[in-house]
C-alpha cells in the first residue's frame, strides 16, 4: 500500500522527467556556448600567505552547550600567540548563545545574524570578518589537540596551497569511525564517488581532493576569491566538497596533515530540525548542483544526465536508495537552474585544468608527478613493481619472470613492492624476497566479481579492479617518491598512469587478445565460444589502449611484440622484446649424464588453461601413439594443482603425477624427453628456458616455442600433428645421443640472450632513457 502511495504520489514527477533532464542538460550547454563567445578565464596570481598566526571560526546554531565544552580547548590551543583570534558566527540561534559567549569568553568575537543564513553563509562572514590570512574552520562539537594549529600552518608551504585538512578522530573511542579528514573522491560514470580514508601508514602531510568544512585551514585570499561556499548548495552538504574540486581546477593544492588533530563529537544540529528524508534529498539535490557546476567536459555531461535519468527512472519504480537519484530531488535541483548556471560561469572563468586533471591530481602519483617529480634520470632510481599474483615463490612462468626481475632490480635501484596476494600466508612467504625490498605492501586477493554482460572492461581487468589496491599504489608513490611504475600483466594496466614526470612501464607477459583469440579455435560449445568471442572484442579494445597509455612495453617474444605492433605500427618505439621473459641461468648447468629411459616429462601449474588443454590434447591424441609403439613409455606430470588421476585416459602405468615439487633441477636432469604440447596462449614459455638450461631434449607444438625457435631441429622439435609429435618423441627414446648439438644450441641462446640479470641491467637502462627524454621534453616545453 504505502509503494502504490508512493508511486502515485511521484507520478507527476515521472511524467515531467524529460522536461527535468532536457531543460537543465542543455540550459548548461547553453550556458557554455555563451561562456564561449563572450567568457574570460580569470588569471591568477597566486601568493603565499602569512603563517604567522590564523583567525579560527566556528559557526554555531543553537550549540550553545557545544561551545560551553569545546571553546575552552580552541582558547588553551590559539594562547601565546596574540595575532590568533577565535570568530563564532552566530547564525540565528534562539538558545542565548551569542550572549553566553559575550559574558564568558570576551576574548571571542561574536559574528551574530538575527535569521539563520545557513552553514555555507555563515562561514562565508566569518572569512570576511577574519584578520589573518589563515582561516581555520571548525565544527562547534570539534575539540582541538594543544598542537593542532602549528601543523597546519605549516602545511602553506608555497603559494599553491590552498587548504590543509585536520585528522578526525571520533570523541567516543566506542563509535565506528566514518570520518578522518583523507578526503578521496572520483568520477563514477556519471556520478561522483566521495569518501574519508582511513590509512594509519600515512603519518606526513599527503595530498586530498576536499578539505573537510568543519575541521580545515584555508588560505582566506583564495578562499574569497573562488567566492566561498557556493549559495546554490543550500541549505547544506557538498559544499567543502565544491571548494576543493574547483581549488584543485584552479591549480591550487589540498593537503591532509595527519599530525594536526581534532576530536569531533559529532552531534550535528541538521538532524535536530529537519527529517531524514528531506536530508536524503538534499544530499542528492546538492550531488546532481555540484556535478552541473563543475562538469565542463561535454562528454561527462552527457554521461552524467544519462546516468541520471537511469537512476530517477529505477529510483521510482525501486524506491529510494542513497546510490541513486531520486525523483524529487531532481525536481528541486531543476527549480535552482537559473543559481546553477550563473555558478558554472563563474566556475569556469576560474578554472585552468581539464575535469579529468582535477580527479587525478589530488591522487598520490600524480601529485608527486605534476608538483613534486625529482626527475631523477641517473643513480639509484626508486622503482614500484605491481602484480597481481604472488611473485615468491614463483609457482608459475610469469613468477619466475617476475621474481628474476625484481630480485635483480633490487641490487639496481630502490625497489617497492606492491602484490595482490591468495591467501594471508602468502605474505609471510614473500620475506626472502621483500628482504631486498625498500618496502613491500600486499593486498589478500579481493572477492572476485562475477561476469556481468554487457560491460566494457574484459573479466581479467574487472577481477583485479579494487580501489584500496589502487589507493596503495597511488599512496607508495607518493611517500616513497616513485620515479617508475612497473606493471606486469595487462589486467594491472587499468592502474597506469599517464605521467608527464614519472615512467609508466607495462611487461605484457602475453598479448591477451592474442590469447582468447587462439583458444576460440580450439572445440567447446557455442555458448562458450560467444562468451570467448565477446571477451576478446574487450580485451583487443581495453589492450590496445593500455599499450597506447603506458611510456615504455616489455613484449616476451618479437613475435609477440610484432604480432601486437600489426595492430598499433605507430608504437614500435616504445616496445622492446629483450628486457623481461629471461631467468637466471646460474640456478642451472647443462645436464649432460643419464636419463630415465622412455620417460617424458610435462611440467606446468593447471591454474593456466592452456597448460589443462594442452594436457588433454597430449593424453587424448598424442600419448596413445607413444604406447602403441612403446608400452614402457611413461608421461610424468608435474605443477600445481594437477588433475585427478581418473580423468586421464591411459593406463596407471603410462602417467605418474608428481604435482607440485619444490626443486625443479631433479626432474630436468632425470627424465628423457620434456614436451610441450602447448595449443593456445600467447608469450614465452618460461619452462622451455628452463629446459634448454637444463639440457633436457625438447619436443613441441609451433605455439609451445614461440618466441623461443620456429625451426625444427634448431634448438627443439616441432609438431602440430599427434602422430608427428609422437614420432619426435619416440625417435629421441631410441637415438637420444641425436639431441646433443640441439641441446647444446638451446643452452648457448638462453645463456646469452635470456639471462635475467644481463636483461634487467638493460631494462634499467630503459627506464633511464625515458627519464632523460621526458626531462628535455620539459625543458624544451619551458624553455
Known amino acids: 500500500m504505502e509503494t502504490a502511495i508512493r508511486l502515485l504520489r511521484e507520478l507527476p514527477l515521472l ?3 524529460p522536461v527535468l533532464i532536457l531543460v537543465p542538460y542543455f540550459g548548461l550547454l547553453l550556458t557554455d556556448l555563451f561562456f564561449a563567445l563572450f567568457g574570460r578565464r580569470r588569471g591568477a596570481v597566486d601568493t603565499l600567505p602569512s603563517t604567522r598566526s590564523a583567525s579560527v571560526v566556528i559557526p554555531n546554531w543553537n550549540g550553545k552547550d557545544l561551545l560551553e565544552k569545546y571553546v575552552p580547548s580552541v582558547l588553551k590551543a590559539l594562547e601565546g600567540n596574540p595575532g590568533n583570534e577565535l570568530i563564532v558566527v552566530d547564525d540565528g540561534s534562539t538558545d542565548g548563545s551569542a550572549d553566553f559567549l559575550r559574558e564568558n569568553f570576551p576574548a571571542v568575537k561574536v559574528v551574530a ?13 566569518g572569512f570576511r570578518a577574519a584578520k589573518n590570512d589563515i582561516v581555520v574552520l571548525l565544527n562547534s562539537d570539534m575539540r582541538v589537540d ?30 565506528q569511525r566514518e570520518e578522518s579528514g583523507l578526503t578521496q573522491a572520483w568520477w563514477d560514470n556519471g556520478r561522483i564517488g566521495v569518501r574519508h580514508r582511513i590509512d594509519d601508514q600515512i603519518k606526513e602531510r599527503f595530498p586530498c581532493f576536499y578539505p573537510g568544512g568543519g575541521s580545515s585551514a584555508f588560505d582566506r585570499r583564495k578562499f574569497l576569491e573562488l567566492g566561498g561556499f557556493d549559495h546554490v548548495l543550500r541549505p547544506f552538504y557538498l559544499e567543502d566538497t565544491d571548494m576543493g574540486m574547483m581549488a584543485w581546477k584552479r591549480g591550487w593544492k589540498v593537503y591532509y596533515e595527519p599530525r594536526s588533530i581534532v576530536w569531533h563529537e559529532h552531534r550535528g544540529t541538521i538532524g535536530k530540525k529537519h527529517r531524514s528524508d528531506y536530508i536524503n534529498s538534499t544530499v542528492q539535490k546538492n550531488f546532481l548542483l555540484f556535478l552541473w557546476k563543475n562538469t565542463h567536459s561535454g562528454k561527462r555531461l552527457l554521461l552524467h544526465f544519462i546516468r541520471t535519468a537511469a537512476d530517477a527512472f529505477i529510483s521510482y519504480w525501486a524506491g529510494p536508495s542513497g546510490e541513486r537519484t531520486s525523483l524529487s530531488a531532481l525536481f528541486r535541483a531543476f527549480r535552482q537552474m537559473p543559481g546553477t548556471m550563473a555558478a558554472r560561469w ?12 582535477a580527479f587525478r591530481r589530488p591522487l598520490g602519483a600524480y601529485f608527486q608527478d605534476r608538483f613534486r617529480a625529482p626527475l631523477k634520470t641517473r643513480g639509484e632510481l626508486s622503482v614500484l613493481f605491481l602484480s597481481p599474483y604472488p611473485i615468491y615463490p614463483p609457482h608459475h612462468g610469469g613468477g619466475v619472470f617476475m621474481y628474476g626481475t625484481a630480485k635483480a632490480l633490487a641490487t639496481r635501484c630502490r625497489l617497492h613492492i606492491v602484490a595482490v596476494l591468495d591467501e594471508e600466508v602468502q605474505i609471510e612467504q614473500h620475506a626472502p624476497l621483500t628482504r631486498l625490498c625498500a618496502s613491500s605492501n600486499f593486498l589478500v586477493r579481493m572477492d572476485q566479481k562475477t561476469f556481468t554482460f554487457g560491460a566494457i572492461y574484459p573479466h581479467a581487468v574487472t577481477e583485479f579492479s579494487n580501489g584500496d589496491l589502487a589507493w596503495m599504489i597511488h599512496r607508495q608513490m607518493y611517500l616513497h617518491q616513485i620515479d617508475v611504475l612497473q606493471i606486469e600483466y595487462t589486467n594491472m594496466a587499468q592502474y597506469g598512469c599517464e605521467f608527464d614526470n614519472m615512467v609508466t612501464a607495462l611487461f605484457e607477459h602475453d598479448v591477451y587478445f592474442q590469447s582468447i583469440g587462439r583458444g576460440l579455435q580450439q572445440p567447446g560449445s557455442p555458448l562458450r565460444k560467444a562468451s570467448a568471442g565477446f571477451e576478446y572484442l574487450r580485451a583487443l579494445r581495453f589492450e590496445l589502449q593500455a599499450v597506447e597509455q603506458a611510456d615504455l612495453v616489455q613484449m616476451c617474444s618479437k613475435e609477440n611484440m610484432d604480432y601486437l605492433l600489426s595492430f598499433v605500427p605507430h608504437l614500435r618505439g616504445k616496445m622492446d622484446a629483450t628486457l623481461r621473459a629471461g631467468i637466471d641461468t646460474t640456478n642451472y648447468a647443462l645436464y649432460r649424464g643419464s636419463r630415465d629411459p622412455y620417460t617424458m616429462l610435462f611440467l606446468g601449474s593447471f591454474r593456466h588453461l592452456p597448460n589443462v588443454e594442452a594436457l588433454d590434447w597430449f593424453v587424448k591424441l598424442v600419448l596413445p601413439r607413444i604406447v602403441d609403439r612403446c608400452p614402457q613409455a611413461k608421461l610424468v606430470i608435474i605443477g600445481s594443482d594437477p588433475p585427478p588421476r581418473h ?15 619444490d626443486d625443479l633441477l631433479e626432474p630436468l636432469r632425470r627424465y628423457a624427453v620434456f614436451v610441450c604440447p602447448i595449443l593456445s596462449g600467447s608469450g614465452v614459455r618460461v619452462k622451455l628456458l628452463e629446459a634448454f638450461c637444463a639440457g633436457i631434449p625438447i619436443v613441441s607444438t609451433v605455439i609451445g616455442a614461440e618466441g623461443l625457435s620456429d625451426k625444427n631441429g634448431d634448438m627443439c622439435l616441432l609438431s602440430d600433428d599427434p602422430q608427428g609429435f ?27 640472450d635470456r639471462d635475467i640479470t644481463r636483461m634487467t641491467e638493460k631494462l634499467v637502462r630503459s627506464y633511464e632513457a625515458e627519464l632523460e627524454r621526458k626531462r628535455n621534453r620539459r625543458q624544451t616545453v619551458i624553455g
Open 346 to 357: 563563474r566556475a569556469r572563468s576560474l578554472a585552468v585544468v581539464s575535469d579529468q586533471e
Open 146 to 175: 594543544p598542537d593542532f594549529l602549528q601543523p597546519l600552518l605549516d602545511g602553506f608551504h608555497d603559494e599553491k596551497v590552498f587548504a590543509v585538512a585536520c585528522q578526525i578522530f571520533f570523541s567516543d573511542p566506542n563509535k
Open 15 to 17: 511524467l515531467l522527467s
Open 113 to 125: 545574524f538575527a535569521k539563520n543564513q545557513g552553514f555555507g553563509a555563515g562561514s562565508n562572514a
Open 726 to 752: 609422437a614420432n619426435h618423441v619416440l625417435d629421441l627414446f631410441e637415438h637420444p645421443d641425436k639431441a646433443s648439438e640441439m641441446v647444446d644450441r638451446g643452452y648457448q641462446y638462453v645463456t646469452t
Open 647 to 661: 580423468s586421464l585416459p591411459v593406463a596407471d602405468a603410462n602417467v605418474e603425477i608428481r604435482g607440485f615439487v
